[in-house]
């Protein structure tokens, strides 16, 4: 096995969440107006993490709540992706977020199928596994209820059953142990050293210290979306529970101005900053390296918000949605209103006809059938002679018509 194998490569990643608008219908429609609302916060939940992960190695990743830790798993295992940078997956490789994407509508055995789906075991493996991952779940008759019903407790047991029984190549475990109860951890920690033993790559999220320790050969500390240190648990842990520890003895008001500073940083943050950042991180980069880093920089779309394609289309049948509507309430139909759209919303739109602005281009709707005005010798007729405008009726019907539409 060639350790030196690089397994994960991130590079410059960075996530921009929206704090408002939330994801809703109003401010779809708001977006519709305006590329970018003034209103909408940007906060910037990590900057600029670059780090490798090599093959066969356990990495840490600690930091106070809010630091971005799960963030980071989540882009990893790619549940959801960067602003910028990028993130490099080498190998045939499964990642499993301990307690992530699970269905909470559906039962564990069928959260069990559709993950085992989803990285590419048939469903005869599944069969197979079937049994033993039930068995080591430890929800007995639980696991046919839907997910939704599930403690945090017995979702990590789930998830920790169906990754550990896919036999990943890398396996990021975040905070999925913390929660369980002590044989079921004991059982797992057990499982999971194997794993190591076997040299596959695992990201372990974790607040607790000692696991931390016990397992790491390197720990990454975030810290307010930043990497504050990355490097072995004996160089990292000392300095981390010394700002810990500074920071617990902080009174609550210290705290919290400690916290909003970082924070105001966080939503301060731009793109033009980190690429501010990366480039003063090494003077001499040649033209070449300039213009890679600037690619790498490159914002990825925000997933809700509306392309300009989608709101052409939004607007188009919007406005298609009023047009049909005006048409209705006017007598103008609606290939004549396209057709002469000026005139429709000038002249015929709201205006009722009197018999004396009829004139012989009209086409008047008689008994719901439309009826074209050939000729009139004044401006109001004394007699009138019609004909349908496309024409299968006499002119007998049709003054049967208008005189059925005079009485
Ligand atoms: N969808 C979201 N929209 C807006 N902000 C978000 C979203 N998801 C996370 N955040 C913010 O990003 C920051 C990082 O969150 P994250 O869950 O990654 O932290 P964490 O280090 O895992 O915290 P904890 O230790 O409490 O689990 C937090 O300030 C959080 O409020």
């Not at 096995?1 to 219908?25: Q, R």
């Not at 759209?341 to 004396?356: A, C, H, N, Q, V």
Request: hydrophobic share 35%; proline share 2%; glycine share 6%.
């Amino acid at each position: 096995m060639n350790s030196d194998k690089i397994k994960i490569k991130a590079e410059y990643l960075t996530k921009k969440f929206e704090l408002l608008p939330a994801k809703n219908t109003k401010n779809k429609a708001r977006s519709l107006v305006s590329s970018s609302n003034k209103e909408d916060q940007d906060f910037w939940a990590l900057r600029n993490i670059s780090f490798e992960i090599r093959n066969g190695e356990c990495v840490g990743v600690i930091g106070l709540n809010g630091a971005g830790k799960s963030t980071l798993s989540n882009i990893i295992s790619g549940q959801i992706s960067q602003t910028t940078g990028q993130v490099e997956i080498n190998g045939d490789v499964s990642i499993i977020a301990a307690n992530a994407g699970m269905q909470g509508n559906l039962s564990g055995r069928e959260n069990i199928r559709l993950k085992a789906l989803m990285v590419g075991m048939s469903n005869k493996e599944i069969d197979n596994k079937m049994d033993d991952i039930i068995e080591f779940s430890e929800l007995g008759p639980f696991i046919d209820q839907p997910v939704k019903t599930y403690s945090s407790g017995m979702k990590a047991k789930l998830g920790f059953s169906i990754m550990v029984h896919q036999d990943p190549d890398i396996m990021i475990v975040d905070e999925g142990l913390s929660v369980g109860d002590k044989t079921f951890v004991d059982k797992s920690r057990k499982r999971m050293f194997e794993f190591r033993d076997q040299g596959k790559t695992i990201l372990l999220v974790s607040h607790d210290m000692r696991t931390i320790k016990e397992w790491c050969d390197r720990v990454i500390w975030l810290n307010y979306g930043e990497v504050k240190a990355y490097g072995t648990p004996e160089e990292i842990l000392p300095e981390y529970n010394k700002f810990a520890n500074w920071f617990k003895k902080l009174s609550r008001k210290e705290q919290k101005i400690y916290k909003d500073k970082q924070r105001q940083k966080q939503m301060d943050y731009s793109v033009n900053q980190l690429k501010k950042d990366v480039l003063s991180e090494d003077p001499n980069m040649s033209e070449a390296e300039k213009q890679e880093v600037t690619q790498n920089l490159k914002k990825n779309k925000d997933s809700h918000k509306l392309s300009l394609l989608s709101k052409v289309v939004v607007w188009f049948c919007l406005l298609g949605f009023i047009w049909t509507g005006l048409v209705s309430i006017s007598d103008t139909r609606l290939i004549e209103s396209i057709k002469h759209p000026g005139e429709f919303l000038t002249e015929r739109l709201f205006k009722e006809k009197k018999s004396s602005e009829i004139k012989s281009s009209d086409v008047i709707e008689i008994k719901g059938s439309p009826v074209a005005i050939i000729d009139f010798a004044d401006k109001k007729p004394q007699h009138t002679e019609l004909a349908m405008k496309n024409g299968d009726q006499s002119n007998e019907t049709i003054q049967q018509l208008v005189d059925g539409a005079d009485q």
